[in-house]
């Protein structure tokens, strides 16, 4: 006889705040989705993005990465968790002024272990920038394409990634 158990892998997310002026990012996650309608984004505008991760529920999840990848011309501001807060290990700022990535190490421990059915959420705020190699200050030019990664390793050991973006309306 054999017996089989499955369990399901974590799931992530990123939207967006609509455009408004002035803006401040909410903390509140019904204000986000994936489409939001509202004006489009110039420079010095104001981007927020939710980030959310749900772990599942029958398994515990090991060395959890969260990473956000900011487009060339979105300068990092700052981040806050809105659930989850006492999940972050560490977290790696981006080291440029303008582009870079944005990471938190979820988890305790030695492996880094994420409980069952734990949910992580942050707010990630950045402004629209011209970088420095920017040919154009047409914000229809600009890099507008953010993208999240996550990684996590199974209790088998293997590692496993999803991913998920949010495209800037210029």
């Given at each position: 006889?054999?017996?089989?158990?499955?369990?399901?892998?974590?799931?992530?997310?990123?939207l967006?705040q609509?455009?408004?002026?002035?803006m401040?990012?909410?903390t509140?996650a019904?204000?986000?989705?994936?489409?939001p309608?509202g004006?489009?984004?110039?420079?010095?505008?104001r981007?927020?993005?939710l980030l959310?991760?749900?772990?599942?529920?029958?398994?515990?999840?090991?060395?959890?990465?969260?990473?956000d990848?900011?487009?060339?011309?979105?300068?990092y501001?700052?981040?806050?968790?809105i659930a989850?807060?006492?999940?972050?290990?560490?977290?790696?700022q981006?080291?440029s002024?303008?582009?870079?990535?944005a990471?938190?190490?979820?988890?305790?421990?030695?492996?880094?272990i994420?409980?069952?059915g734990?949910k992580?959420?942050v707010?990630?705020?950045?402004?629209?920038?011209k970088?420095?190699?920017?040919?154009?200050?047409?914000p229809?030019?600009?890099?507008?394409?953010n993208l999240?990664?996550?990684?996590w390793?199974?209790t088998?050991g293997?590692a496993?990634?999803?991913?998920?973006?949010s495209?800037?309306?210029?």
């Amino acid at each position: 006889s054999s017996a089989t158990i499955s369990s399901n892998s974590p799931t992530i997310s990123k939207l967006r705040q609509a455009n408004v002026t002035p803006m401040k990012c909410s903390t509140t996650a019904g204000d986000y989705s994936a489409n939001p309608a509202g004006p489009q984004y110039n420079l010095g505008d104001r981007v927020c993005f939710l980030l959310s991760v749900n772990f599942p529920a029958g398994v515990d999840t090991k060395m959890a990465q969260l990473t956000d990848f900011l487009p060339t011309n979105f300068a990092y501001e700052s981040y806050q968790v809105i659930a989850g807060a006492g999940l972050v290990n560490s977290f790696a700022q981006p080291a440029s002024a303008t582009g870079g990535v944005a990471t938190w190490y979820l988890g305790s421990g030695n492996p880094r272990i994420v409980g069952k059915g734990a949910k992580f959420q942050v707010v990630l705020s950045a402004t629209v920038v011209k970088s420095a190699t920017a040919t154009s200050t047409n914000p229809k030019t600009l890099d507008k394409e953010n993208l999240a990664k996550f990684r996590w390793v199974n209790t088998a050991g293997q590692a496993s990634s999803l991913r998920d973006s949010s495209v800037i309306t210029m």
